[in-house]
């Protein structure tokens, strides 16, 4: 009797989970396929390379805006600062607008905002690499 017992149970789970199973790839079947062309055909309406000369200028145009205002923000706080890291955090903060204005026209002129973000993020970490640079280099030759 046990075992007869035993083997309804085993059947019972085995036919549950085969259904889940069927269940699942049904799902899976279905919805990955759609879920994929959804993100397909949002993607497709953005560029993502191919920059004209207008566009070109705009982001070396931004890019040396964004560098002459780090210089000058963290050479007004050069005396006012003794950590060079305070400084260089401060000049970044105040300059981010610079970058703010470049993302939203790459993104008006239909840019992808996820292909955008690296492009900034290079032009930042370089400014930044830069500027800490030479605000080393300045408080190395500065008198005690």
């Known amino acids: 009797m046990e075992n007869r017992v035993f ?4 059947i019972v789970l085995y036919t549950k989970s085969i259904r889940r199973y069927l269940m699942k790839y049904k799902f899976n079947y ?5 879920l994929l062309a959804v993100s397909l055909a ?7 390379t191919g920059f004209s000369d207008e566009e070109y200028q705009k982001v070396a ?6 560098r002459n205002c ?10 006012q600062q003794n950590d060079i890291r305070i400084i260089a955090d ?9 970058l703010e204005n470049l ?18 993020g290079s032009i930042s970490n370089r400014a930044a690499n830069k500027i800490l640079s ?5 408080k190395a030759i500065q008198k005690p």
């Not at 145009?61 to 964004?66: F, Q």
């Not at 780090?70 to 005396?79: R, V």
Request: aromatic share 10%; glycine share 4%.
């Open 7 to 10: 083997h309804v149970i085993v």
């Open 30 to 34: 279905v919805v990955t396929p759609l």
């Open 42 to 48: 949002v993607n497709a309406d953005y560029k993502t």
């Open 61 to 66: 145009e931004a890019s040396g805006d964004y």
């Open 70 to 79: 780090l210089n000058d923000s963290a050479m007004g706080q050069i005396e």
């Open 90 to 98: 401060y000049a970044m903060k105040a300059c981010a607008p610079v």
């Open 103 to 120: 993302y939203n026209y790459l993104a008006s002129a239909n840019y992808d905002p996820e292909a955008i973000k690296p492009l900034l």
């Open 134 to 138: 030479n605000l080393m280099r300045y």
